[in-house]
């Protein structure tokens, strides 16, 4: 099992920056692809950003290329999403993914593909 925490979620207007932190437990931290997914009220949960295993790749929504950058730290076991630039539709909770590094390939974007979550963290954006 891996257990994942987020952290830094909050309320920011519009224009600001947001830092996000998911720290891993349980497991070889290095072992897992790890994404970032987002939920907004009344809408089903969207692919934001993902990082492989060993930084080599990463991946994000069109939507927030240019504005998001997301980052991992293995030695201290978490992946990070830097949000600049950020809008009200920005708004929604937050959640990170992990999925074993040895298992099939994956896209990356498919919320379906990951085998553990974070319980999220809410990011409101205000106008």
């Known amino acids: 099992q891996v257990q994942l925490v987020e952290s830094g979620g909050g309320l920011v207007q519009a224009g600001g920056s947001l830092r996000l932190s998911c720290t891993a437990s349980?497991?070889?931290?290095?072992?897992?692809?790890m994404g970032w997914f987002r939920q907004a009220p009344g809408k089903e949960r969207e692919f934001v950003a993902a990082?492989?295993?060993?930084?080599?790749?990463?991946f994000y929504a069109d939507s927030v290329k240019g504005r998001f950058t997301i980052s991992r730290d293995n030695a201290k076991n978490t992946v990070y999403l830097q949000m600049n630039s950020l809008k009200p539709e920005d708004t929604a909770v937050y959640s990170c993914?992990?999925?074993?590094?040895?298992?099939?390939?994956?896209?990356?974007?498919?919320?379906?593909?990951?085998?553990?979550w974070g319980q999220g963290t809410q990011v409101t954006v205000s106008s």
């Open positions: 993914a992990a999925r074993n590094r040895f298992r099939p390939t994956m896209t990356f974007r498919d919320r379906g593909e990951y085998d553990y």
């Open positions: 349980g497991r070889t931290f290095s072992n897992y692809n």
């Open positions: 990082i492989s295993w060993n930084v080599y790749s990463t």
